[in-house]
T-cell receptor
Framework: DADVTQTPRNRITKTGKRIMLECSQT?????MYWYRQDPGLGLRLIYY???????NKGEISDGYSVSRQAQAKFSLSLESAIPNQTALYFC???????????FGPGTRLTVT | QKEVEQNSGPLSVPEGAIASLNCTYS??????FFWYRQYSGKSPELIMS??SNGDKEDGRFTAQLNKASQYVSLLIRDSQPSDSATYLC???????????WGAGTKLIIKP
């Protein structure tokens, strides 16, 4: 079984709709991250969490919110989706001791 | 602003040759450096971590770090068509332990 899972894997939604992307991990890591990737661009950090009570904004948090329900679960919400939020979204985890991050398979989100 | 720079490529290398990928970074206090491989439409996969100056070898991969020059590289020996992918360089910042990502170098191995 995959260590980091994301649901859904693909989603098409309309402008203005609320969307939630979910991430679960079995690696036992404390740190979790949400990134987006646009074609030809690098990974950009949306939010990160070092533990259940520690949630921080990344470089592009506007239009997004997150919830850390448990050590193993970290959800990303788009309150009112807009077309320029069409992207590939990745969840990642890290133990913190090495800095190494491990990624889920990604969610391809299309906002029409 | 802290930055990680990579040549976007594509870098075309014959099968069996050595592929050399380069990355420079701006945060002089960075201590941890990573190379990831990403196939089109897939998630990044960690290949190598390096924390000390010098070379680190793992199979066909060698990471090289020069903190004085703020430079990290990845060498792939005996390149295979399956190595064709985008290679991302990531550097951990000294201030808040986040990874700053390069935009990636697209590598094409020609049979």
């Amino acid at each position: 079984d995959a260590d980091v899972t994301q649901t859904p894997r693909n989603r098409i939604t309309k402008t203005g709709k609320r969307i939630m992307l979910e991430c679960s991990q079995t690696k036992g890591h404390d740190r979790m991250y949400w990134y987006r990737q646009d074609p030809g661009l690098g990974l950009r950090l949306i939010y990160y969490s070092f533990d259940v009570k520690d949630i921080n904004k990344g470089e592009i948090s506007d239009g997004y919110s997150v919830s850390r329900q448990a050590q193993a679960k970290f959800s990303l919400s788009l309150e009112s989706a807009i077309p320029n939020q069409t992207a590939l979204y990745f969840c990642a985890t890290s133990s913190g001791s090495t800095g190494e991050q491990y990624f889920g398979p990604g969610t391809r989100l299309t906002v029409t | 602003q802290k930055e990680v720079e990579q040549n976007s490529g594509p870098l075309s290398v014959p099968e069996g040759a050595i592929a050399s990928l380069n990355c420079t970074y701006s945060d002089r206090g960075s201590q941890s450096f990573f190379w990831y491989r990403q196939y089109s439409g897939k998630s990044p996969e960690l290949i190598m971590s390096i924390y000390s100056n010098g070379d680190k070898e793992d199979g066909r991969f060698t990471a090289q770090l020069n903190k004085a020059s703020q430079y990290v590289s990845l060498l792939i020996r005996d390149s295979q068509p399956s190595d064709s992918a985008t290679y991302l360089c990531a550097v951990e910042t000294d201030s808040n332990y986040q990874l700053i990502w390069g935009a990636g170098t697209k590598l094409i191995i020609k049979p």
